[in-house]
């Protein structure tokens, strides 16, 4: 297995707090990891140290081997990151802050590899407006792609979701999930919204107080970690399918679709198998809130941490 990033043994205090604790994971090749914990539990902490902005007190960062503290620019030249809100100048347009932004590359960028990052995040019909004149999304694309001219193996954003609406989310997450399936970027995600990183991440690694306590894989997470979770019905006739599921327990209507609350994994068979018994028809079945569940089964009474 290829690790593009190793964290290693990371400690960093911040005045005579010990903020970041013995922290080492490691990401594999092409995978996208959600990098979740409650406020305050040291993720932006953690990235400004894999990105260089801060020192690390002891412990050590690898981006393709090379050490961030001993081999810095060459550890940095295959990383990509927005951490704060990306410095993009609103009075240029798009093409010439993409330009302005090759030029202080460490690493030469061609005008080819402008337009393919432009592609990329589908920002071609906006290369010759103003930036000021961009949507909070488009910015967002935009970041995206200055800080992919490089072409970074491994690319970090910090709350890469913050203010964008649910399109700007999704489209987001569809270039995201390009670029790592196509072009083999990995990619760590710090956010706080657990449905979006359960769409978006195939991994979650999830720390409190500046420690790592658990590293989940997303299809596995339910079985896992999450005792029970709630189980989203369409069937028809919907009196008819509400009845047979009474029987299994509580039923409420979320979203226009039947939500059966609290069940564990193996009971969808057992469902579908009574709804088609008693002649229901059977439109469609998923279930909710999975990562939210492992989340606060491994954080446990963090729930009032999450915004
Ligand atoms: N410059 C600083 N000086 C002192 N303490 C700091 C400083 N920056 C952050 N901290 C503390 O470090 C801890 C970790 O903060 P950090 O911002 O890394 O957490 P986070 O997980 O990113 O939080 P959030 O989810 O709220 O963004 C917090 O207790 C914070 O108060």
Redesign the pocket.
């Known amino acids: 297995m290829e690790y593009p990033l190793k964290v290693k043994e990371l400690n960093k205090s911040?005045?005579k707090?010990p903020?970041i604790k013995n922290m080492s994971f490691q990401l594999e090749r092409g995978a996208i990891y959600g990098f979740l914990?409650p406020?305050?539990?040291?993720?932006?902490?953690t990235i400004r140290m894999i990105v260089s902005l801060i020192a690390p007190d002891s412990g050590d960062v690898e981006i393709e081997g090379k050490s961030v503290r001993t081999n810095r620019e060459e550890a940095l030249a295959h990383i990509g990151a927005i951490v704060e809100d990306p410095d993009l100048y609103g009075y240029l347009t798009g093409r010439q802050n993409l330009e302005h932004f090759a030029r202080m590359s460490a690493t030469p960028v061609s005008k080819e590899r402008i337009d393919e990052v432009v592609t990329l995040v589908e920002l071609e019909g906006a290369m010759q407006k103003k930036v000021k004149s961009y949507s909070l999304g488009m910015k967002q694309r935009l970041g995206i792609a200055v800080s992919l001219l490089h072409k970074p193996s491994v690319l970090i954003l910090d709350e890469p979701t913050n203010g964008l609406d649910p399109k700007g989310i999704r489209d987001l997450r569809h270039y995201l999930q390009r670029l790592a399936r196509e072009d083999g970027v990995t990619l760590l995600v710090s956010s706080?919204q657990l449905n979006e990183i359960e769409m978006l991440c195939d991994k979650a690694i999830i720390i409190k107080h500046g420690e790592v306590i658990e590293q989940i894989s997303m299809n596995t997470a339910v079985k896992e970690k999450a005792a029970t979770f709630n189980i989203q019905i369409e069937a028809e006739p919907v009196e008819q399918a509400k009845s047979v599921l009474a029987g299994f327990g509580k039923v409420g209507e979320v979203a226009g679709k039947l939500e059966l609350e609290k069940q564990p994994y193996e009971q969808i068979p057992k469902l579908v198998n009574a709804l088609v018994a008693a002649g229901v028809n059977v439109y469609g079945m998923s279930y909710r809130n999975r990562l939210e569940d492992a989340y606060f089964s491994i954080t446990e009474g963090q729930k009032e941490d999450v915004s």
């Open positions: 911040l005045g707090k903020i914990g406020n305050g539990s040291g993720k932006t902490t706080h």
